[in-house]
């Protein structure tokens, strides 16, 4: 099948960008959709020209690195699926395809497809985390974690942190992915002590980063890869009440 | 090259006791003067960095992603072997050292080994401690699931993605420690050279993936933890990223690399569907528990698998290996795969595919059952490949998986340059010829939680370091040795991409050195390789500069080492006169195709000295002496 891409370029953070238009003549229905790209990219190359960056990795869908926003959609139109994982039979004869970054404040784009997603690290480093010194842990069969509690938790611990959820949100909220975390740590018994304070110091980082609030559009849910519910965002939304309650007495 | 294993006396039990009580300390308050460089962000270099700076040193840890996050073990799949007798199945830290130095077919180092099989408890400990959502049984506590090559139950796993969710424990220990201050991360960050000073090393030199800006970096040791060289075969299970730079600079640096010829070649994952082709996806070998291998009997049946009936069906893993059938080993069946559709039998697209049939599986158990064990792998299959397993047999076949060969390492998992230490599947590692599934995390965080973190303190605190600056002379010439190169690459003025170099590069390795080698075919790949190689310096093109984030530019540099490394692979299989493991050499079989060890010339460690460009390197030796673990031939039959 022959298509034709739009793709966005952009030099760097600050500089204008645009769209190229690209033809892809000869696509075959069992690429996978960065191959496709990958074949476009080849051809420039042997033109002498520039290939547009986009950020890959592990092309099976784990890695999180891959995503883009294909025709107005993060990782396309598939769902449940990262933009790796997309394969050209979803596509047919003709199509015209729209191809650009995720669009976010706390999102800048670095060059063409990629944007810094720096800002997931940092949510992580202000407390997505059970502390645990190497070496002081105690035997694991000490600590009994009801199998649906491990079951939930790994529902939530299956984010790829691929900011898709972001890229949907009007608000470019940020708060998917956050409640995955929280909610994953939060679900078992070794994520209890620090329980509260995780709370409060992840949302203080995600308002900081210049993410938006959540108005329950569920647009997140509808495109995340890995299916993370918004139920997490409402356990989250308990949890921050809570620990809003709690502040005083964690401060006497 | 002086290749001294340092292992430590006594008996193998008590070892890594004694040793941790024989070596030096660094006292608390001295970590803090102390910096490290960790170069990778896996499961080794993550958990090495998080635990060094948790215990006080200064690191500086690289990673080529945007984020540390995501290193290439997130993708592993299966689980993490650990020896702690939950199914009281009989399982200890002795049957996992000797299950590993059987399956490694007599080609590890015995202390290593069993120091893995002692920390694998520990390990299991310190993920559940930092909230890893390993499976669990409805009582509570932990479940296991068996794997290829043991007769214990004792992988343990957190659904598909056990891979995902260690690498996200140590990711998060890290995190913690970035935001402590103990380490300063650099993201997009790529280590193109190491700087070795008075012979040890000293430092790194790398590339700011953003801004293309060369920089260097000083500390008393540095960790390399930057994964497996599977991508020098172009296809493989590996991501696109994966590469050997950073362990192949550092063995022009003086680092002895062991064994490259051993690769593992894994027999589960999905056919190439054409030339296009990026990587190669696996699917959990878990398949071989149910499914069914075959191929048609007839060599260039046209006929679509339905139409073959059961009796012009060769179900040839059954029929060779009635004992262990479809479950014998990784490298067995993968060459036999190979075998059947060398001869014409292969299905699918261009005949480069055997059948795994659950037709019977569901027939037995119940579509419901086989839905609940291997749904989730059904549903990866049919995206990628459209087709329904449920209703077709699925098509598979072997793809280049994991590298046993890395950097040569001693007890300490210091290489043969003082101060460049090598963790995870970088070094030559703990697995001989061959690894058994769900051992490389196991290895991985071993070394990186609790080897590196007690071993470095031992050189820090028993070695006197010159204090040494960005102008020394040395530094300058490293820096700019990597500034040339990168000119090199950019002003080059060819045709060709660094792709394309690599995709035939891979197509000629897989060819004369994948899973079964000869002596012809490893001298002509010797020929032929150095031949590509110099076409690619005089015909590659690299657009784009050097002063912006450039993919062009860090696949071209990946990709000439690549060919470098190639070559080194082919010379140590044509050396390696003899079958083990992973290396099949079609000259040292059994009458009835199996591997063929020699134990009196090839119970040793290959470890490749480099002796300067344009001359041969120099092949050394490490003895290996099989004190508790008895040397035999491997059976399956
Ligand atoms: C698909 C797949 C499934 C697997 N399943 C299993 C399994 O079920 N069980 C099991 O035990 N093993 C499995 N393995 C093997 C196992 O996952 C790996 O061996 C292991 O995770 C490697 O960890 P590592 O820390 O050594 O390297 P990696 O995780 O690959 O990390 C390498 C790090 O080094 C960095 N790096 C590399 N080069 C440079 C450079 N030049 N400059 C800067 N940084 C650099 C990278 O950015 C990355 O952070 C699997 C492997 C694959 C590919
Ligand atoms: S919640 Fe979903 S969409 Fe958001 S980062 Fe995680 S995996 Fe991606
Ligand atoms: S490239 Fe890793 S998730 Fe898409």
């Known amino acids: ?252 | 090259m002086e290749l001294n294993a340092h292992v430590p006396s006594g008996p193998i039990e008590s070892k890594w006791q004694r040793h941790q009580f024989d070596m030096k300390l660094v006292n608390p308050a001295n970590k803090r003067k102390y910096n490290v460089i960790v170069v990778g962000s896996g499961l080794a270099g993550g958990a090495a960095a998080a635990s060094l700076g948790e215990m006080g040193y200064r690191v500086d840890c690289f990673c080529f992603q945007d984020s540390p996050r995501r290193a290439h073990s997130i993708a592993a799949q299966g689980g993490i072997n650990a020896a702690k007798n939950y199914q009281n199945d009989g399982d200890s830290v002795h049957r996992l050292f000797y299950d590993t130095v059987k399956g490694g077919d007599f080609r590890a180092r015995e202390a290593n080994v069993y120091r893995l099989a002692e920390l694998s408890a520990n390990i299991i400990d310190q993920c559940v401690a930092q909230g890893v959502p390993f499976a669990r049984e409805y009582g509570g506590t932990l479940d296991n699931r068996s794997f290829g090559g043991a007769q214990v139950s004792r992988t343990f796993y957190a659904r598909g993605q056990t891979g995902q969710q260690l690498l996200l424990g140590a990711y998060q220990a890290l995190s913690k420690q970035i935001a402590a201050g103990t380490v300063q991360m650099h993201a997009r960050t790529e280590m193109l050279d190491l700087i070795v000073i008075d012979g040890a090393a000293r430092g790194i030199v790398t590339r700011d993936l953003v801004t293309g800006e060369t920089k260097s970096w000083l500390a008393d040791a540095v960790l390399l933890c930057t994964g497996g060289y599977s991508n020098v075969f172009y296809l493989s299970t590996n991501a696109i990223g994966c590469n050997a730079t950073a362990i192949w600079r550092a063995y022009r640096r003086g680092a002895g690399f062991a064994n490259p010829c051993y690769t593992q070649i894994h027999p589960t994952c999905i056919p190439q569907s054409g030339d296009y082709q990026s990587k190669l996806t696996l699917m959990s070998e878990s398949l071989r528990n149910d499914g069914r291998i075959w191929v048609p009997k007839q060599a260039g049946e046209t006929r679509t698998a339905d139409k073959v009936p059961e009796g012009e069906r060769d179900y040839y893993l059954e029929r060779l290996y009635p004992s262990f059938g479809n479950l014998c080993p990784r490298d067995i069946a993968s060459r036999r795969a190979k075998e059947q559709c060398d001869a014409g039998r292969g299905v699918g697209p261009g005949g480069g595919g055997v059948y795994l049939d659950f037709a019977e599986a569901i027939g037995r158990l119940g579509r419901r059952t086989v839905e609940q064990r291997y749904g989730n792998l059904f549903e990866m299959y049919e995206r990628i490949t459209g087709e329904d397993p449920y209703t077709v047999p699925m098509r598979i076949y072997p793809a280049p998986h994991y590298t046993m060969g890395g950097l040569w390492v001693d007890y300490n998992l210091m290489s043969t340059i003082p101060g460049l230490h090598v963790l995870g599947e970088a070094n030559f590692s703990d697995h001989g010829a061959n690894r058994l599934g769900a051992s490389a995390l196991m290895q991985g965080l071993a070394d990186g939680y609790f080897v590196a973190p007690a071993t470095l303190g031992h050189y820090l605190a028993s070695t006197k370091l010159a204090k040494v600056d960005l102008d020394h002379p040395e530094v300058k010439r490293t820096e700019e040795e990597v500034a040339n190169r990168t000119r090199r690459l950019l002003d080059n003025p060819g045709k060709r991409s660094a792709m394309s170099f690599h995709r035939e590069l891979g197509a000629l390795l897989w060819e004369k050195c994948g899973m079964a080698r000869n002596r012809e075919g490893l001298t002509e790949a010797l020929r032929l390789i150095p031949q590509l190689r110099e076409e690619f310096w005089n015909d590659v093109t690299v657009p784009g500069t050097g002063e912006s984030l450039n993919q062009s530019l860090e696949r071209a540099g990946r990709v000439g080492d690549f060919f470098e490394l190639a070559e080194l692979l082919c010379r140590d299989a044509l050396e390696r006169e003899e079958s083990c493991g992973g290396h099949f050499r079609e000259e040292y079989q059994t009458e009835d195709g199996e591997a063929q060890r020699r134990d009196d010339l090839f119970a040793h460690a290959a470890v490749w000295e480099y002796a300067g460009e344009d001359k041969a390197p120099i092949r050394n030796t490490e003895q290996l002496d099989f004190e508790y673990v008895k040397p035999a031939q491997r059976s399956y039959k």
């Not at chain 1, 784990?62 to 294909?70: A, D, E, F």
């Not at chain 1, 299956?158 to 009007?170: L, M, R, S």
């Open chain 1, 1 to 252: 099948m022959k298509l034709t891409l739009h793709v966005w370029r952009q030099s760097g953070p600050t500089a204008p960008g645009r769209f190229e238009t690209y033809v892809a003549p000869d696509v075959n229905e069992h690429m996978s959709f960065l191959e496709m790209l990958d074949v476009v990219n080849e051809r420039l190359t042997a033109e002498g020209k520039e290939p547009f960056a986009f950020e890959h990795d592990c092309r099976e869908g784990i890695c999180g690195s891959c995503g883009m926003v294909i025709n107005g959609r993060p990782h396309g139109k598939t769902g449940l699926t990262a933009t790796c994982q997309l394969h050209m039979r979803h596509f047919s004869d003709g199509e015209e395809l729209w191809i650009e970054p995720y669009r976010a404040k706390a999102f800048p784009v670095i060059r063409d497809l990629i944007v810094d997603r720096s800002a997931f690290d940092r949510i992580i480093q202000a407390g997505g985390y059970i502390s645990a010194r190497t070496g002081s842990a105690p035997e694991a069969n000490a600590i009994l974690v009801p199998k649906p509690a491990a079951d939930w938790a790994m529902d939530a611990a299956q984010c790829i942190g691929c900011g898709a959820c972001v890229a949907a949100c009007p608000n470019a909220s940020a708060m998917l992915f956050l409640s995955a975390k929280v909610s994953h740590l939060g679900l078992l018994p070794q994520g209890q002590p620090e329980r509260y304070e995780r709370v409060q110091r992840m949302l203080e980082q995600h308002d900081a980063e210049g993410f938006g609030n959540c108005t329950n559009h569920g647009a997140c849910e509808a495109v995340c890869p890995k299916g993370i519910s918004l139920d997490f965002i409402a356990k989250l939304n308990r949890d921050m009440l809570a620990s809003a309650l709690r502040a005083p007495v964690a401060q006497e």
